[in-house]
T-cell receptor
Framework: DAKTTQPPSMDCAEGRAANLPCNHS???????VYWYRQIHSQGPQYIIH???NNETNEMASLIITEDRKSSTLILPHATLRDTAVYYC???????????FGTGTSLTVIP | DAGVIQSPRHEVTEMGQEVTLRCKLI?????LFWYRQTMMRGLELLIY????????DSGMPEDRFSAKMPNASFSTLKIQPSEPRDSAVYFC?????????????FGQGTRLTVV
């Protein structure tokens, strides 16, 4: 599966949109982009996934560039409870597995 | 559904003892993953099952680790003998089917401390 690159940490003001970037320049045509987050030491929580179209659900929006080499997770109105480590995962070619990188530690500031 | 259920939530054991971690899949799910998380190595995939059959165990660190699925809804991860370096949080996760398009749901983890 393609490797992903994320900034190690980001801050966001409470109530503002949090935009978390992810680079996956070696992604291939049938690989999906998944986002998970992990709050403190809880189990990772699924957020959203997509192939090439932008996706939105009750938690977030996923914007994938036209060339699919990068994506952005958007939390439209960040709250303190959104403070977590966010993982971008590319999944597809080698099977059903999820391989986690180091993620982005998002801190929402009051 | 109660989600993926792991037990125990915390386990403290002495070096050399056998440890068994348990995981109950979400009803209807047929793929299972075991992960280990440490500060140094992050989230590592240990083993992946589909329809009770181990598909990829390349992440299992050594022969002291073994995992089974005695039935479609339950799995165990056993460490025998345990060592201090096995101290970590162990997560299991399940998916509805073997597909790139289905998300995995994680349990709350078992925090293992080997002293």
């Amino acid at each position: 599966d393609a490797k992903t690159t994320q900034p190690p940490s980001m801050d966001c003001a409470e109530g503002r949109a949090a935009n978390l970037p992810c680079n996956h320049s070696t992604i291939s045509g049938n690989e999906y982009v998944y986002w998970y987050r992990q709050i403190h030491s809880q189990g990772p929580q699924y957020i959203i996934h997509g192939l090439k179209n932008n996706e939105t659900n009750e938690m977030a929006s996923l914007i994938i560039t036209e060339d699919r080499k990068s994506s952005t997770l958007i939390l439209p109105h960040a709250t303190l409870r959104d403070t977590a480590v966010y993982y971008c995962i590319v999944r597809g070619n080698t099977g059903n597995q999820f391989y986690f990188g180091t993620g982005t530690s998002l801190t929402v500031i009051p | 559904d109660a989600g993926v259920i792991q037990s125990p939530r915390h386990e403290v054991t002495e070096m050399g003892q056998e440890v068994t971690l348990r995981c109950k899949l979400i009803s209807g799910h047929n793929s299972l993953f075991w992960y280990r998380q440490t500060m140094m190595r992050g989230l590592e995939l240990l083993i992946y099952f589909n329809n009770n059959v181990p598909i990829d165990d390349s992440g299992m660190p050594e022969d002291r680790f073994s995992a089974k699925m005695p039935n479609a809804s339950f799995s165990t991860l056993k460490i025998q003998p345990s060592e201090p370096r096995d101290s970590a949080v162990y997560f299991c996760a399940s998916t509805l089917r073997q597909s790139r398009t289905t998300e995995a749901f994680f349990g709350q983890g078992t925090r293992l401390t080997v002293v």
